[in-house]
């Protein structure tokens, strides 16, 4: 069951979209949603700390680009209270645990509390999403066929 269609370019390139909306696949769109991310490597797990930022002017309507924005501060706020129900369920669980690996279990139980809602996220992809890694940028698109332009423009 494909779930979204990945792509993977470059980090120095510069991505050329199809000239129809990522959302409701209107073409000419006339506006753009930026989309961005911070890479991630093995700096991540060791420091817990983000990458650089990158990010790209995707084509969206009016419409659809204010929904995106919106859906994704929501998509935020959400991610952020269930991460800290997970942090608050990790404190409870192990709060007069005193054995060893205590801060990977609380990892563990908080990203068991996040688990659902990647899953979901799995499922029901929105319409562009990225991940960047230190020399790569991994487009992942919903719409198989946007994909496939996409690819036809880039690679
Ligand atoms: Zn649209």
């Not at 800290?84 to 801060?103: D, E, H, N, Q, T």
């Not at 960047?132 to 919903?142: L, W």
Request: charged share 20%.
């Amino acid at each position: 069951m494909p779930l979204s269609t990945d792509v993977t370019l470059p980090r120095i390139a510069v991505p050329t979209f199809p000239d129809r909306c990522i959302n409701c696949g209107t073409s000419k769109p006339g506006s753009h949603v930026r989309v961005g991310t911070n890479a991630i490597g093995w700096w991540t797990l060791v420091f817990w700390l983000p990458g650089r930022r990158f990010s790209v002017a995707v084509p969206a309507c009016e419409p659809c680009r204010r929904r995106l924005v919106r859906r994704r501060w929501g998509r935020r706020i959400f991610e952020w209270s269930i991460g800290l129900m997970g942090v608050a369920a990790a404190l409870y669980l192990l709060g007069s645990y005193r054995g060893p690996f205590k801060r990977w279990l609380a990892l563990g139980i908080a990203l068991a509390c996040l688990l659902p809602w990647f899953i979901w996220q799995t499922l029901f992809p929105p319409p562009i999403d990225l991940t960047a890694y230190s020399d790569t940028v991994q487009y992942e698109f919903r719409d198989a066929d946007y994909a496939d332009e996409f690819v036809s423009l880039n690679v």
